[in-house]
């Protein structure tokens, strides 16, 4: 029994401190949990996972209006009530609608594509933050989540076009060729929200309390933006205003993408109204935001669910 109680305990050999953590842990197959892969890794890694980007979308489409009793039919009531409200307040009351052509058409556009930016930013912004269970128990390209809610924001402005259509149709715009237009604008807008979104993903998982300030300083940039009147007749009335304001409105990255919009499905709507080199200026914020808020992202992998 002496015996027994006076052997001593095991020991665990530390290593030797000339020895190179690194270079054993690569000999053994080991890597740091959650590191930062290269970027066209992680490129490679987030196409690898594009259907689960698309399913992830369209099952949180699906269940966002499960419990309403009109279900889905929201996703077309949502703008159009916007809209309605928009108009009746700065159409009728403000009086935005005197001397712009298809006022209606106008305005649901402008209200359509204006909500398709501003709802892809808003869930981007909680896309991290409202996401920590899932951030913590799996592993996968972080930025597959706010891609993914964009492209459920872009599920619904389509639902939302249907609509669009038929409005246009009843105030007697007809169908032309500069329909298809619209598409390459959805395109470079969605690009844009993903590069924004991206952007406040990454803010709003380090500052969780930025998600509370967005829908007020969205709620600015939609009325400089040209959602409910026309930028180029508010410069026509004030010419007194200084002359980097007509440029600073018409660059304006959702006021160009409501334009391109306009130009495509209205015909009154006429190149006239656009900004000086329209499709490079779309072009331009849509890889600025795109590519740079993708960078931006990936430079903060390893934090993601951290903390």
Request: net charge positive; glycine share 8%.
């Amino acid at each position: 029994m002496s015996q027994v109680l006076d052997t001593p305990p095991p020991t665990t050999t530390a290593p030797p401190d000339d020895v190179d953590l690194a270079a054993l842990a690569a000999r053994h197959g080991l890597s740091v949990s959650g590191a930062r892969p290269t970027l066209p890794e992680y490129v490679r890694q987030l196409w690898a996972r594009r259907h689960f980007i698309a399913a992830f979308s369209t099952a949180k489409l699906t269940a966002q209006y499960s419990q309403a009793k009109l279900g889905q039919l929201w996703q077309v009531m949502n703008p159009l009530l916007n809209a309605a409200v928009y108009f009746l307040i700065f159409g009728v009351l403000l009086g935005t609608k005197q001397g712009v052509p298809d006022y209606v058409p106008f305005l649901v556009t402008g209200v359509f594509i204006w909500t398709f930016t501003q709802s892809s930013i808003l869930a981007g912004t909680r896309a991290i933050s409202g996401n920590l269970g899932l951030v913590r128990a799996l592993h996968f390209p972080r930025a597959a989540l706010p891609i993914s809610f964009c492209l459920q924001q872009l599920q619904q402005l389509l639902f939302s076009m249907g609509a669009l259509v038929v409005i246009l149709l009843a105030f007697g715009v007809p169908v032309a060729a500069s329909w298809l237009l619209a598409v390459p604008t959805l395109v470079l807008q969605f690009t844009f929200n993903a590069g924004v979104s991206l952007i406040m993903a990454r803010v709003g998982a380090k500052t969780p309390d930025i998600a509370q300030l967005m829908p007020f300083v969205l709620r600015t940039w939609m009325y400089t933006s040209g959602v409910m009147w026309s930028i180029d007749h508010l410069l026509a009335k004030h010419t007194d205003w200084p002359s980097w304001v007509g440029p600073v409105l018409q660059a304006n990255p959702p006021a160009v993408y409501i334009d391109l919009m306009r130009f495509a499905l209205i015909d009154s709507f006429h190149g006239s109204q656009l900004p000086p080199h329209v499709w490079a200026l779309a072009t331009g914020w849509a890889l600025l935001a795109g590519v740079g808020g993708f960078i931006y992202f990936w430079k903060a992998e390893e934090t993601y669910g951290r903390g």
